[in-house]
C-alpha cells in the first residue's frame, strides 16, 4: 500500500526561494523608454504566500516575469535559492524552469484533448521522470478534484479548471510557484476557493507562491504583500486585510509616497 508522503513543515525563519539584487528593466528607448524595474532588491521567502501588488504601469508584471526567467532583465541578478538565474543561457534556463518553477495564469492553459489528470502529469512527462502517484494523490485530494481526472477541460468549470492548472504547476514540486492573476477569470466564489487551495499549498504542502494581483481581497490570503510603484519596491504589508492594503495602495497615491518609498503596515 502505498502512503502519501506527509506534508512538509513550515519553517519558523525561512530563507529566500527567489531574490532580485537590483533588478533593472527598461522597455523602449528614448523619449518613449518605460523604466518598468528601477533598481529592484526584493526577496520572497521558502514556504510563504507573497502577493505583489502596485498601480498600473508600476512594474508588477514585469517583476514576476523576470524573477520566473520568463523576461531578460537588462541589469541586475536574479537569484533562484543559490542558482543565479540572469547567468543562464536559454537551454538551462528552460530546464531550469521546467524541473523548479511552477505557473499559474489567468488563462488556465490546459490541452483540450487531454484529461486533466494528463494536463497535471504532463510537466512531469516532458522533463522525461516517472510520476510520483502518492504526491499526485496528495495533491488532488487537497484541491478536491479526484473525482474529475478523467474529465476534459471542457467538461469542467473555470474553478476546476484553475484547480488543474493549480495541480499541474505542484506535480514537480517546484522551488516556488508564480500566480498571475490567478482568479482574473472566475467568479467571487471560485476565486475564493482558488486562494484558498493556494494558501493551503504553502500552509500544508510547504509551497512558495508569488502571486501577481489587482484585487485587495486576493492578497488578503498572502502572508505578506510587497508593493510597487514606478518599478521600484514602495513598501511591505505583512499579515494582510482587505483594509490595510487599500490603504497600502492609497498611500502610493498620495503624500506618504516620499522618495519612492511607502510607510509600511
Not at 8 to 23: K, M, T
Not at 149 to 168: D, F, K, M, W, Y
Not at 171 to 200: K, M, Q
Request: aromatic residues 4%; hydrophobic residues 40%; charged residues 20%.
Amino acid at each position: 500500500m502505498t502512503t502519501a508522503p506527509a506534508p512538509a513543515p513550515r519553517p519558523d525563519s525561512p530563507g529566500p526561494a527567489v531574490r532580485a539584487v537590483g533588478l533593472r528593466k527598461t522597455y523602449g528607448s528614448g523619449d518613449t523608454a518605460v523604466r518598468a524595474l528601477d533598481g529592484v532588491d526584493v526577496a520572497f521567502d521558502a514556504g510563504r504566500f507573497t502577493a505583489i501588488m502596485g498601480p498600473s504601469g508600476s512594474g508588477k508584471s514585469t517583476l514576476m516575469h523576470v524573477l520566473a526567467g520568463l523576461d531578460e532583465a537588462d541589469g541586475g541578478q536574479v537569484f533562484l535559492g543559490p542558482t543565479e538565474l540572469t547567468s543562464l543561457d536559454d537551454k538551462r534556463l528552460t530546464l531550469l524552469r521546467r524541473a523548479r518553477v511552477g505557473f499559474v495564469f489567468q488563462s488556465f492553459n490546459l490541452l483540450p484533448m487531454y484529461t486533466a489528470e494528463q494536463n497535471i502529469t504532463l510537466p512531469v512527462e516532458l522533463a522525461g521522470g516517472d510520476v510520483d502517484r502518492a504526491w499526485l494523490a496528495t495533491l488532488v485530494r487537497t484541491l478536491g478534484i479526484e473525482g474529475r481526472l478523467t474529465h476534459r477541460p471542457a467538461e469542467l468549470s473555470g474553478g476546476q479548471q484553475q484547480r488543474v492548472a493549480i495541480a499541474r504547476a505542484l506535480i514537480t514540486r517546484p522551488d516556488v510557484v508564480f500566480a498571475d492573476e490567478p482568479t482574473g477569470n472566475l467568479d467571487s466564489r471560485s476565486g475564493a476557493e482558488v486562494l484558498s487551495f493556494l494558501r493551503t499549498s504553502v500552509r500544508e504542502l510547504g509551497q512558495t507562491v508569488v502571486m501577481v494581483t489587482h484585487d485587495p481581497t486576493a492578497a488578503s490570503y498572502a502572508d505578506r504583500v510587497v508593493l510597487l510603484a514606478d518599478g521600484r519596491i514602495a513598501g511591505t504589508i505583512t499579515d494582510p486585510t482587505p483594509e490595510s492594503v487599500l490603504a497600502g495602495l492609497d498611500a502610493l497615491r498620495g503624500p506618504e509616497l516620499i522618495g519612492g518609498e511607502a510607510l509600511a503596515r
